[in-house]
């Protein structure tokens, strides 16, 4: 276990700076809902495999969430343990819930974003020169694998079902999705896509897919939904990514085609919004 963190407090921030982390994380959520194409996700554009959402659900759901972003880096400057970061997020998935008729649109982000918002919350009260990802792990690591697991998750059924580590594994190991996938790509993708973010982020978003065991994609599609996808974002990123003549065409054809299978992987949809959150928070 990691040992706890040797710290003493720098002056706390004023209730404003947490307002702007949870601003920044709704900012996130909503680039990550204004990405095209993202195989079998909602965008702009269209509902991808999704009956039941659309871009406007999406964005509806982001800003109810917005001051339940603020509370949790609140809690976090407070040094709450996990147990009050679930109080929290329980709230927010309700408020959720009630703003979308029932239609889970963001439980995985309230976890994912929920603990770097607290994360960003703790760093910046204690002034303690440490990644987000390092701090979720540090500090809240061992209680988020000892606490209670969700029943009513798709993502939660799969791992179980399927022996991943999940969202819950990802967290307690520090992101390691985001900060070793995401992150680099999304940098290195900016540096060649000429000012182009959306292009970047279809880049990391693609990466996510070929290299993330989605618990999303197992849930629709099982063992050979989850191979159809890696397989055809690998090709996509063989052929050189955006950085090939008609990569959008290519993106887009095999956006169609998860559609048509009914694939959707939302925790890379999850993940890519996380890694805009470290890029803003940790340049």
């Known amino acids: 276990m990691n040992k706890p963190l040797q710290i003493q407090p720098a002056v706390p921030n004023k209730s404003c700076a947490f307002q702007q ?11 990550e809902v204004a990405t095209y194409p993202k195989p079998g996700l909602v965008s702009h554009v269209d509902n991808g495999a999704h009956r039941d959402m659309d871009a406007a659900l999406l964005n509806r759901s ?13 809690a976090g400057a407070a040094g709450a343990g996990m147990d009050r970061l679930r109080v929290i997020g329980i ?7 009630l703003a979308t008729n029932g239609v889970n649109t963001h439980r995985g982000a309230i976890f994912g974003l929920g603990l770097l918002c607290a994360a960003a919350g703790f760093r910046d009260t204690y002034a303690v020169p440490q990644s987000l990802g390092s701090l979720i792990a540090q500090i809240w690591g061992h209680d988020i694998l000892a606490g209670p697991r969700p029943l ?8 179980r079902r399927y022996g991943v580590g999940g969202a819950r594994l990802e967290a307690s190991q520090g992101l390691p999705a985001v900060y070793n996938i995401a992150l680099p790509v999304l940098r290195a993708a900016r540096s060649i896509a000429a000012g182009d973010e959306e292009a970047a982020r279809v880049q990391a978003c693609m990466q996510l897919i070929a290299t993330v065991d989605d618990t999303n994609l197992l849930y629709r599609g099982g063992r050979d939904g989850l191979a159809f996808a890696q397989s055809q974002a690998t090709a996509f990123l063989g052929q050189g990514g955006i950085t090939a003549d008609g990569w959008r065409d290519r993106a887009i054809a095999i956006h169609r085609a998860f559609t048509t299978r009914n694939l959707s992987p939302g925790g890379c949809a999850d993940l890519l919004g996380m890694a805009l959150f470290v890029d803003r928070m940790e340049p």
């Open 91 to 97: 709230q927010a998935e309700h408020e959720m819930l």
């Open 152 to 159: 009513r998750s798709h993502g939660a059924e799969a791992s």
């Open 21 to 31: 982390i949870g601003d920044l994380a709704v900012a996130c959520l909503k680039l």
């Open 62 to 74: 982001a800003e109810t969430l917005r001051p339940f972003f603020a509370d949790l880096a609140a």
